[in-house]
């Protein structure tokens, strides 16, 4: 059987200070706070023990939190920082104008959002923004193109959306999956499935 896809590592940008208020994030240029830049280095110091470099390429979102994490986790690995590829279909799911928000701020604020959100997070659509769904066909279309294993440094959206597609999962066991900032993902596809593990 001919692989569906190549080997791929993916990890998520470090944390932001959005991340630690919990605040929807989308597209919105939030930079790595300390505590993600020590888990972008460790998460490289860590891939550097998994991996040859020579046999993947690295490919990441063009977003500032996401370049910045890949540069660490490069240079955390003895590489030229900046010899890799970004793809804007790798950008953030956008929640529009909803960015900024918490859960709880939204629920007070904008309950209409926050029920409508809670009921089909999959398919809900913000306003000027785009649901996972829709974001979906984006990334699989990248997925489709790539040929070589791969290192991905992207967001949690884009990882919930990578694992429902090569885990053939379904929304209700993705929607809600959380996506570590501290860990690396591993999906290789072998006896006709795909596997996952985390390093």
Known sequence: MTN?????????????????????QGQREIPLNSKGQNQANKNG???????????????SSPM?????TMHRVRHSMGLVKDNFATDARLKEVSFGDLEGFTL??????????????KADRWHFMPPNGESYDNASE??????????????IV?????CRILRKYLLNLTPNEIEEYYVAQDRIFHWQFKDGKTHEEMH
């Open 154 to 158: 992207a967001h949690g959206g884009i």
């Open 104 to 117: 709880d701020e939204l629920a007070e604020q904008r309950p209409e959002f926050a029920k409508a959100r």
């Open 4 to 24: 569906p896809h190549p080997e791929f590592y993916f990890i998520r940008h470090g944390e932001t200070e959005w991340n630690a208020e919990q605040r929807l």
């Open 138 to 151: 984006r990334v699989i279309e990248w997925v489709k193109t790539v040929d070589k294993p791969s290192v």
């Open 45 to 59: 110091e860590r891939l550097r023990t998994l991996i040859n470099a020579d046999a993947y390429q690295f490919i």
């Open 64 to 68: 500032d939190r996401t370049v910045e």
